[in-house]
């Protein structure tokens, strides 16, 4: 890999009942998703139902462009702030991050509460949420 | 965008005292590092400073391979587990996250505490940790 640039592939997707994109992450804190992660990274998963929370990271894949000075979730009655104080979909790496609840896993099918990502949202990475 | 695949590019680059890749995250937990922000992206910190904590998101750029179940922090004592379950740099995408404490902001550089990545990393998104 260079300095200049990094290519991620996904290893799994989100599916969801949420088709279109949200402004509001409170939408998404009481909804249940599954992350179907790829065959091939399916051992990843061994052992993950001992975590109460994980980190999702994943790709706002559908997220265009992006400025650096916004106002929060478009509101334009909150003060302006630069985009890394935001958690705004329209950022330089189109990334996404979500502490979500573990619920169950079957086979290569995570249940989570709480992710902020609609469906078919590509999957970069999991990690737990342990410190 | 492809669904395939997903290029990045660094914000920012971490600077700080570690060269050398570290297995022990707690060795990082009491460290200063400063994140220098791309000038073209300098403007994304405006009004940061309202945060304690950032959560930063980078590439372990060093790292190479991965296996799917590993024993965690190389420890063969420890059980196994998926990599998933994991913070190992090796991962099928090797992204790296840490929860850090926002010590100050000067210009395009941050300073931060608690911060497990080596001096050099490229940074790809910070993101208030704010919920």
Redesign the interface.
Known sequence: ?S?????????GFVENDFAETRSD?DVFAGTVSHIR?LPR?A??????E??ERL?I?Y?F?RSQGFE??IHPRGDVTR?????????SPR?????G?TVVELLGVEGEVLTVRGLDAVDGT?V?????CD?
């Open positions: 890999m300095k200049d640039s990094y290519t991620l592939e996904p290893v992450p992660v990274f051992d990843g998963l061994f052992r993950i001992g975590f980190y990271i790709v894949d650096m000075i003060p302006e702030r630069g985009v890394f104080a935001t958690h950022r330089p790496n189109p990334v991050l590509p970069i990475d999991i990690k737990p410190r």
